[in-house]
């Protein structure tokens, strides 16, 4: 069955370009190493197996951990700018596979095609930063108090880093980590979502080709895969200075917590809660066509995805009836994702159907009202109806928790001051963002009193940030920055160096020890 599916579906081609071999037909046995589990791929748009692939152990990670750290001393040699232009051939590489890989992230997170391109381009863009970075990154000179003294402060690489990434953007949040900690000279072992192990595979295969054409071992960009296990492995390993984490705020806890045991660094992508403020005074055509792709875009599954709208109680009902119609508009173009004028694909797995069931039951029964949607779609796969739930206070259980699937919770505010604190009353601290056409409510908005979020948006949706910000989120988002700005400090350690270049031995505060 799973044979013939994978061997028989002309579609699939892209696999072939992707170097993933099939050895027996429809199975794809990790050859490349390891000898844990085998597991299985399947398509969210099926329910079908795509291939079965082996996992690793928790041994065969630490020997991964092993290599990583023996080619760091080589990778970090490495002039900054010559590391750069490595990640640049990484870049041309995936501009040259966009459309197989953006096809591979479609066929097996389940994202509509124009997203699983997106996320490769999301690669590409952050490749192009970091090779800017690489001519860029910048130390300081300090005035010291001291004659004949210098305050300087440098940055060095880390060592190895560890990435976990999810299954919701299988691809791009593994570039923003690679790219950036790549050129501050650093290793990686990378763990991807164990749903989603061909991108992985894909992915490395990309970057350890580029490597190996110039002379530097693949280790300096490895992959393991496996479970909660394998994860551990690498969450306790002294020798990985730095883990970075995408995932749940409940598993981001324990990871954190086991880092700092060992007194590693965090870095933090968790749970999201986003708000998309309607505002009395907003361009509701704007308001609406932004929220319906911040709320229905990858079926609810982006950290970004807008969870709960706040609206003006002046321009409620004119905003959700023009909102009905657009989701009416969305139930018409539901189907494949890797086929043309699809907008709506399904959600990943079974598991996010139980949660998208559950979450809808409890809503029901807290006093919610199903303004839209709320049910299973029946076709094969995962899909499930884009939905509306309006009714329940902020207090709400279900409103404060996030469900990774398209549900949105409509909250009334009488006032920009009540929207606000609608915005901020939840854990997370990912995305926000306020509709408006008032300069007085916008600087209010970005202000202190304003959104409490990493990510303060104006007349965009919560979802679908560039990479030249700083990407990530406040309080149970787990406080973390990746991708722009100065991100990339997280992946390097700081040296504050004084160097006393003359012959007196005078000292800080002008204290006298004699
Ligand atoms: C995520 O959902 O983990 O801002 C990342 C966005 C994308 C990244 C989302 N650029 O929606």
Known sequence: MTTRYLVTDPRYGFLKQLGITVENPGLYDGRWGGSGKLIESISPATGK???????????????????????????????TPARGDIVRQIGDELRRNLKPLGCLVSLE???ILPEGIGEVQEFIDICDYAVGLSRMLPGSLFPSERKNHAL???????????????????IAVYGWNSAIAMVCGNTIVWKGAPSTPLVSIAT?????????RNGIPGSVASLITGGSDVGETLVNDKRVPLISFTGSTNVGRQVALKVQQRFGKSLLELGGNNALIVAQDADLEMAVRAAV???????????????RLILHKKVKNEFLGKLKTAYNSILKRVGDPLEDGVLYGPLHNQQAVDKYKTAIEKAVKAGGTIEFGGKQIQRPGFYVEPTIISGLSIEAEVVQQETFAPIVYVLEANSLEEAIDLNNGVEQGLSSSLFTKSIGNIFQWIGPHGSDCGIVNVNIGTSGAEIGGAFGGEKATGGGRESGSDAWKHYMRRATITINHGNELPLAQGIKFE
């Not at 300087?152 to 299988?170: R, T, Y």
């Not at 490395?204 to 190996?212: A, C, G, P």
């Open 293 to 307: 792709f911040s709320c229905v875009g990858t079926a609810g599954q982006r950290c970004t995805s807008t969870r």
């Open 109 to 111: 997170m389940g994202k």
């Open 204 to 212: 490395t295969k990309i970057i350890s080709d580029v490597l190996e």
């Open 49 to 79: 197996v795509i291939a079965k692939i082996r996992e690793s152990t928790p041994q065969e990670a630490s020997n991964t951990i092993t290599e990583a750290r023996k080619a760091w001393p080589q990778w970090t040699s490495i002039p």
């Open 152 to 170: 300087l402060e440098k940055w060095n690489s880390l060592g190895v880093i560890g990435v976990i990434s999810a299954f919701n953007f299988p």
